[in-house]
């Protein structure tokens, strides 16, 4: 029933995923309709093989195939002038899908991809997307009567965290009339009235675009990591509830789920699992998800009890989440280290400490974070610019690593000075006022707060000595 992020699938035939709505007291979405239920569930009974198989989905009689051929024509008659989808619950259908089963085509097609070579997975990691205007743009009006505002940046800020996990590349393409001048696939990121949903995979025979639907704006914090668990999808993974082991770790209470949406906890027996099950990956449900009145649907089993209330967050990646992502895409390259000077070592005076950055290896996109007391650095540390000069007059522990765009850090570079006998070092003085220009003479005060320090001046371009 579950598909984790873990199960970042060898084959992708799920084909839309929907996050649900956290508030439990808000009814869940009935977006099931009588006339699609038979078509989801048949669809869904043929998306967990692995095998496509000649002739009809493995697992369909041909009474099923009948029934999803007569049903998908009535769907048909129903289509408005320029429709291009059809939501059946948590699925969007291509038209042309629809029509390929109206015509008793197989089935099989709709999850897998059935072409030798060809992946739901995006070709080197490069995913074109673009901004569907409405309910996105900057004072546009979205579905629900709210002002849009920033919410393009909250999408671009859901994709930076997947492209500092492994070889991603979001592609912003202008919007246009993507039928004809579009590219060949993309992701349609847009505003819906009530669900966040996408497609899993990249679809592999369709051209055009395959739309990643965001209900959840209110808040920019939260609506970041929903992005976040959909872009997860749209790249090719499946909820981690629903991987192969789930019944080792989760109990899911199957009277307690909302009627017609069952089919989120389906268990996939061939999932591909990356890592130990993740009670904390993005992908995960919370534990009353679809619940009736939000009753408990995912009940951690003995010795699990304390991720009950953790799971299902929407705050970060895990380390599974970049793990496994990094094994579909590839693992960024790391950064390269720069050298420093001087050497670790013990010194009498007080010395300069530089990094030697090469422009060949920095490239103008990376950049070099330290601390001067032994701690761990990270991008909140200082950072270091190239020709900065840090002095150092006593003892001290400097530890610094480098981050270049789209790679991973480097080592974290621990460099020790110590000064047996040294003399501390004067601290610098201060100019007041600073420079500028002034009309008449003016006033100016050397200071430095090292009791009894001399301080040498000149005026010009000559060094003080």
């Not at 007569?70 to 059809?86: M, Y």
């Not at 639907?213 to 970041?224: E, H, L, R, V, Y």
């Not at 001087?342 to 090469?358: E, M, R, S, V």
Request: charged share 20%; net charge negative.
């Amino acid at each position: 029933m579950m598909a984790r992020k873990g199960v970042f699938p060898s084959s992708n035939r799920e084909r839309i995923t929907e996050e649900p709505t956290i508030n439990s007291a808000q009814s869940a979405p009935t977006f099931y309709q009588a006339k699609s239920r038979v078509l989801i569930a048949l669809i869904l009974a043929l998306s967990f093989h692995v095998a496509v198989t000649p002739g009809h989905a493995k697992g369909l009689t041909d009474e099923q195939v009948a029934q999803n051929q007569a049903l998908a024509r009535k769907l048909l008659k129903n289509l408005k002038p320029g429709q291009r989808s059809i939501n059946l619950g948590c699925m969007d259908l291509h038209v042309d899908q629809l029509r390929r089963l109206a015509s008793g085509e197989k089935a099989s097609f709709i999850m897998d991809t059935g072409i030798p070579g060809v992946t739901r997975y995006w070709p080197n990691g490069n995913v074109p997307y673009m901004f569907n205007p409405p309910g996105i743009e900057d004072g546009t009006t979205d579905a629900q009567g709210r002002i849009a505002m920033g919410r393009k940046e909250v999408v671009r800020e859901a994709m930076a965290e997947w492209e500092a996990a492994a070889q991603l590349t979001f592609i912003e393409i202008a919007f246009t009339n993507f039928i004809i001048d579009g590219p060949e696939q993309f992701i349609l990121v847009s505003d819906h009235p009530d669900r966040n949903s996408s497609m899993t995979g990249k679809e592999p025979v369709f051209l055009g675009p395959q739309t990643l639907n965001i209900k959840s704006w209110d808040n920019p914090a939260f609506t970041k990591w929903v992005v976040v668990h959909e872009l997860g999808h749209a790249l090719g993974v499946f909820h981690e509830q629903t991987r192969s082991d789930r019944d080792n770790f989760v109990d899911i209470i199957e009277e307690n789920i909302t009627e017609g949406f069952d089919h989120n906890f389906v268990l996939k027996p061939d999932s591909v699992n990356f890592g130990a099950y993740d009670f904390d990956s993005i992908m995960h449900y919370y534990y009353n998800a679809f619940g009736i009145d939000g009753e408990t649907t995912i009940e951690p089993l003995p010795g699990f009890e304390q991720f009950k209330f953790t799971m299902g967050q929407r705050t970060s990646l895990s380390p599974s989440d970049r793990a496994g992502m990094a094994a579909i895409y590839g693992a960024l390259l790391p950064t390269v280290s720069p050298e420093h000077q001087p050497p670790a070592g013990n010194y009498n005076n007080p010395i300069q400490f530089t990094l030697i950055i090469l422009a060949s290896v920095d490239q103008g996109n990376t950049r070099y974070f330290y601390t001067l007391d032994g701690s761990v650095p990270s991008t909140d540390s200082s950072e270091y610019f190239d020709g900065d000069i840090v002095p150092i007059s006593g003892n001290t522990t400097v530890k610094y690593f480098a981050l270049k765009e789209s790679r991973s850090p480097s080592n974290i570079v621990e460099v020790e000075y110590t000064f047996p006998n040294g003399t501390p070092m004067v601290d610098t003085p201060v100019i007041s006022p600073t420079g500028g220009v002034y009309e008449g003479n003016q006033d100016i005060t050397i200071t430095t707060t090292t009791p009894g320090a001399d301080i040498h001046y000149t005026f010009g371009f000559s060094f003080p000595t």
